[in-house]
């Protein structure tokens, strides 16, 4: 268990004494979070968002035989024989078009022009295709026989009423939000998204764009996270970029609105690293320092009802802080997979990747020739490490790396993993 004596002690210019396994941290994070309450929205602004609820169809779909063709309606029966040199006249009674039926029952004898998607008109049960067919002076005359029900789409043939159409839990996708729509849902209930603040701190960040001194940097990171929260179902309530400010640290801190709370540099042991303990001091600081490489100096905590994420300045660190964790407590309260959104691939290793027993190594890799190598250069300021890799590969605390040959688990920053339930 994690130590509270040790999470909450000051530690700034002291280093820390224990670092919490990522095991520890995310299982943390699981208790911690879950889905937000639902909330009602109108069906035009459902995609993407994840149902709270099962939704089933009241009625069928269609409501009504249709035809799958452009020919004419008749009853199959009457077809039989028919061929080429044996074509069977009908009398052609009239024409059924898509919103407009025919308006009568198709006698014995008898045929109606019909396009694809039409009602088919009561006395038929099949439809001739057009190139199956010779048209004269109101007679059509079939030149090959159909069956009964042939070229017909049966009333329910696409949803039958009482079906589960979308199971809760769905995360809605293009297709989802149109068949919701051919079953008549105007509006429904879905997760509400977390609200998340963030807050950026360093006297060396400017703002891109902005004139900077020598010594400055530009604020990567905040537009980075931007971009994460939006691919995690997160609302973005607000941004901020603050100087090593304590007192303006401390009030965005505790200013209600946010349901988990993003603060990006800062959380280390520097005489202005100060998120720590002003987390410390308005809630609770749960972890601080996790035996991780990059994003040892990641904390975790609670202010009120909000989740409070502390994560490393250094770019690759923070990305790697909040796929882990952060990330991890926006997709779950946003009703998602907790696990990343990244699709896995089983893979050789073709140069070896080194590691320390003791700590969960974030290795970028390439692909070279179809096999996995490290990034040369990768240190936790360096983001191109992250722009240059194709894919990462997590080495667990117990081992010492992987050697070439081995298969391993790499997790591939350009793919998408799919649209699975949530756990």
Request: overall charge negative; hydrophobic content about 40%; glycine content about 10%.
């Amino acid at each position: 268990m994690t130590d509270p004596a040790h999470s909450t002690a000051d530690v700034r210019m002291r280093g820390f004494h224990r670092r919490t396994r990522v095991s520890e941290a995310v299982n943390w994070v699981d208790r911690q979070s879950g889905p937000l309450p639902a909330e009602i929205v109108p069906l035009e602004r459902a995609h993407g968002r994840v149902l709270a609820e099962n939704l089933s169809a009241a009625s069928d779909v269609p409501q009504f035989a249709r035809s799958a063709m452009d020919g004419y309606a008749l009853r199959g029966s009457e077809t039989t024989g028919a061929g080429d040199y044996n074509p069977l006249p009908f009398s052609l009674i009239g024409e059924a078009l898509p919103g407009r039926p025919l308006g009568r029952d198709v006698p014995a004898g008898s045929a109606a022009r019909i396009m694809t998607g039409a009602p088919l008109p009561s006395g038929a049960d099949a439809v001739l295709p057009a190139e199956f067919a010779r048209e004269t002076a109101g007679v059509v005359e079939a030149l090959a026989a159909v069956s009964p029900g042939k070229n017909v789409g049966p009333r329910g043939e696409d949803v039958i009423a009482g079906s589960l159409v979308a199971p809760a839990g769905r995360r809605l996708r293009p297709q989802d939000v149109g068949l919701l729509a051919s079953v008549g849902v105007t509006e429904l209930r879905v997760i509400r998204p977390p609200r998340v603040r963030l807050i950026a701190t360093g006297n060396e960040l400017v703002s891109p764009g902005r004139p900077r001194e020598l010594y400055q940097i530009v604020d990567s990171n905040s537009l980075m996270l931007a971009g994460l929260i939006e691919r995690d179902g997160g609302v973005m309530e607000s941004r901020h970029l603050l100087d090593d400010d304590r007192e303006a640290i401390r009030r965005l801190l505790v200013e209600p609105g946010a349901d988990i709370l993003l603060v990006s540099g800062g959380s280390s042991v520097g005489a202005e690293d100060h998120a720590p303990t002003l987390v410390a001091e308005a809630g609770e600081l749960a972890i601080h320092g996790i035996a991780m490489r990059p994003s040892s100096p990641s904390g975790m905590g609670r202010i009120g009802a909000a989740l409070v994420f502390l994560l490393p300045g250094n770019p690759v660190s923070c990305l790697c802080a909040y796929d882990f964790f952060a990330g991890r407590a926006i997709r779950r309260a946003g009703g998602r997979r907790s696990d990343w959104p990244y699709a896995a691939r089983q893979l050789e290793v073709g140069r070896k990747i080194v590691s320390a027993a003791g700590r969960v190594d974030y290795c970028r890799v390439r692909l070279v020739e179809g096999k996995i190598e490290p990034i040369a250069t990768s240190g936790a300021s360096i983001l191109s490490s992250t722009t240059r890799a194709d894919a990462f590969v997590i080495v667990p605390e117990e081992c010492e790396g992987y050697p070439p040959g081995a298969a391993v688990t790499a997790w591939m920053y350009d793919i998408e993993a799919g649209n699975e339930r949530p756990d």
